[in-house]
């Protein structure tokens, strides 16, 4: 009897903590609105969001700041739900989208287009008229995807060779990822001026760059991968107890780290291919969560999202109060933000130690 009473006092709390984030996640994307440097007040912007403003307030809502929420929204939920499944999946807690270099395949995919291709800065030179005509940024989303997804496949394929163990993934990824970022090196090195400066801005995580489409694109996937992560949530929460346990429950362990580290990738490959490199949000988010409120991955990955969500947003609302009319890069918000709080976390523990 007491145990069941302590079961419902933590559902009751795990339901409260949800409700809480999802209102937390609401209004600081309103507030996110009505930041930045046009001079509109709250009653313009609120007027401007029901279509009911001057055309310029409408557009600067509407067609900017919107998409831009949006895109933090479902971004932040995106990095921070992959980093906890690759967590699991590897049993490393310091596991991240960025240690199966899908991040450092992405950013190879675009310079490789923005140098080589988009930008037809083959014929175009240093000549900048000439890029903005010729770029394409589907162009760009699209071979930093390709690039993004064949460096996962090669990566897990590589690990079918030896056994399927997180040790194997891990190293193969920070090789492979290393591999990515050298021959990223040696493009930019070769690149014009023009090319250069657009391959480095691109690199920056940047939510200006999204729309209505590609905020469509990224929750389709998004999305797909939350559900999946839900149903597989006692499977996950199997794995914690270890493999063999987790095969003894009649789970098939292999197959489950294949999907779910292809899956993760894959939400990396889409976010970031459309943002550029957002980093820390797939490592302090699910650390906090599990800090918080344990490892059951009912309750982790729903948080987790929301939390990844509301680091996002609030990070792109700093980001362009301090930018003075510019918005800074939102990844090195994230960054500056991730860090020390990471390092916090680390030395917070007793000894050290787990």
Not at 36 to 50: K, Y
Request: hydrophobic share 55%; aromatic share 8%; charged share 10%.
């Amino acid at each position: 009897m007491e145990t069941l009473q302590k079961l419902k006092k933590i559902n009751r709390r795990n339901t409260a903590v949800i409700i809480l984030m999802v209102l937390a996640v609401l209004l600081a994307g309103i507030l996110c609105l009505f930041v930045g440097s046009s001079g509109m007040t709250v009653q313009e912007g609120f007027q401007a969001l029901l279509g009911n403003g001057t055309p310029a307030h409408i557009r600067i809502i509407q067609n900017i700041r919107l998409p831009r929420v949006l895109a933090a929204i479902i971004a932040g939920a995106g990095l921070a739900i992959a980093g906890l499944i690759m967590q699991t999946t590897l049993n490393n807690t310091m596991a991240s989208p960025s240690t199966l270099g899908v991040s450092n395949a992405a950013v190879f995919g675009a310079n490789l287009s923005i140098i080589a291709f988009a930008g037809g800065f083959l014929s175009t030179g240093n000549n900048l008229q000439s890029f903005d005509a010729g770029a394409n940024p589907y162009a760009t989303s699209v071979l930093a995807f390709v690039f993004a997804v064949v460096s996962v496949l090669l990566i897990l394929g590589l690990c079918t060779l030896r056994s399927f163990s997180p040790n194997v993934v891990v190293l193969a990824g920070m090789a492979i990822g290393s591999v990515w970022t050298a021959a990223t090196t040696i493009l930019q090195f070769y690149a014009t001026d023009v090319g250069l400066s657009a391959a480095v801005v691109w690199s920056f995580g940047d939510l200006g760059r999204a729309t209505y489409r590609t905020d469509a694109i990224m929750a389709v996937v998004v999305l797909a991968g939350f559900v999946y992560f839900m149903l597989m949530a006692w499977r996950y929460n199997a794995l914690l107890s270890g493999e063999a346990t987790a095969k003894t429950m009649g789970v098939h362990v292999e197959a489950l780290r294949f999907v779910s580290l292809l899956l993760s990738s894959m939400i990396t490959a889409v976010c970031v291919s459309f943002l550029g490199v957002i980093g820390f949000v797939g490592i302090i988010c699910p650390h906090v969560t599990k800090r918080l409120l344990g490892h059951d991955h009912r309750v982790t990955i729903p948080v987790s999202c929301l939390s990844g969500s509301l680091l996002l947003v609030l990070a792109d609302t700093l980001s362009r109060s301090l930018g003075s009319g510019s918005a800074l890069p939102v990844g090195a918000i994230t960054s500056l933000l991730g860090a020390p709080f990471f390092i916090a976390i680390i030395f917070s523990r007793k000894g050290g130690h787990k």
